[in-house]
């Protein structure tokens, strides 16, 4: 079978509709676009568990503040059609703006809980945007399953949340940290980064191998592990946290003590570029094959 590119939101519709008819079932990816090997491997772990794959690619202006990156986000279409292709996608769907929002638009769907934590704090609007489109998602493609990655955590969990308290009929499919041989989390956004930059964006990830590393050893103080990591960010001339965190892995409330599955998590501007990055920290498993 041939890969699909779509615009319309009724093409989608009926081509879900088709496959359901022959009995296939659905996978969805959602992304931004300007795809990497992170996305490759949603698409990759989608076409191996659904027979049909559909990957959205839409650059979502409610996720983004006004002061926010949204018309410089980077876009390459023609390579995007290529990586979802090669990684066994059926189908992209990239609607516009006006297609998805088109005049008099007025619903939103506001998660609650987590949403005040971390990026929530940081981007007050960020996860109703992102709960208001991904739900618009669902509700076009219909998939059995919707696949994203950790390195989004707190994104996956409100995702979670919002299928859970809105009875969604489908999976969630949180998956693995994609990164570069460097330790560098895969990131669209690592592409608006100097060489400087790019070498200085490595505290990100050598801060959360260090947080590990001393978590594995017996550090269970939260505030003696986010000073370290917060020294390790300072040895970066362009770098300047947003928030160091550790969060309870649940609730995303700060911890004090690790004494169940917590998150550290960063968020770090990297000049005028924001980068995020987290690593589970689990008392009762110690390993952790992404860092
Ligand atoms: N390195 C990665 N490993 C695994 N999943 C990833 C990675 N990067 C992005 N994803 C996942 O891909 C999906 C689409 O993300 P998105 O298109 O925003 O990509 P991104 O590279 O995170 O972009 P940005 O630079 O905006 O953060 C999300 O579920 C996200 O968690
Ligand atoms: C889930 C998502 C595609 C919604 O716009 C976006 O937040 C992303 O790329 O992670
Ligand atoms: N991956 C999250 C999309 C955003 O930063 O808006």
Redesign the pocket.
């Known amino acids: 079978m041939g890969m699909t590119v779509l615009k319309e939101i009724e093409g989608v519709r009926e081509q879900v509709r088709a496959w359901r008819e022959q009995g296939f079932t659905v996978g969805l990816v959602p992304t931004?676009g300007y795809l990497h090997e992170g996305h490759a491997s949603l698409i990759r772990r989608a076409a191996e568990e659904n027979d049909r794959v559909v990957v959205s690619v839409f650059v979502?202006p409610t996720?983004?503040g006004p002061k926010?990156d949204l018309s410089s986000y980077p876009r390459d279409l023609v390579r995007d059609i290529e990586t979802v292709e090669r990684s066994g996608g059926d189908m992209i769907f990239y609607p516009e703006a006006s297609a998805m929002y088109p005049e008099a638009y007025s619903t939103y769907v506001e998660v609650g809980g987590i949403t005040g934590e971390l990026?929530g704090r940081s981007?007050p609007a960020?996860f109703r945007?992102?709960a208001t489109v991904v739900t618009k998602l669902f509700n076009i493609v219909r998939p059995d399953r919707a696949y994203f990655?950790r390195?989004?955590a707190q994104?996956l969990a409100v995702i979670r949340r919002m299928a859970k308290d809105l009875n969604m009929d489908l999976e969630i499919v949180g998956c693995p940290i994609v990164r570069e041989p460097d330790g560098l989390a895969m990131?669209?956004?690592n592409s608006y980064l100097s060489k400087e930059e790019r070498a200085d964006a490595l505290v990100l990830s050598r801060a959360l191998r260090q947080c590990r590393e001393r978590f594995q050893s017996g550090c269970r103080d939260a505030q003696a592990l986010k000073e370290e990591m917060r020294g390790i960010i300072a040895g970066a001339s362009s770098a300047v946290p947003d928030y160091v965190e550790i969060v309870d892995a649940v609730t995303f409330h700060s911890v004090k003590t690790i004494e169940k599955k917590a998150l550290a998590a960063l968020a770090v501007y990297i000049g005028k570029t924001?980068l995020?990055d987290n690593t589970l920290l689990d008392p009762d498993d110690e390993e952790d094959p992404e860092l």
Request: glycine share 10%; proline share 0%.
């Open positions: 931004m979502n996720q983004f926010e990026c981007r960020h945007g992102v990655g390195k989004d994104q990131s669209s956004r924001r995020i």
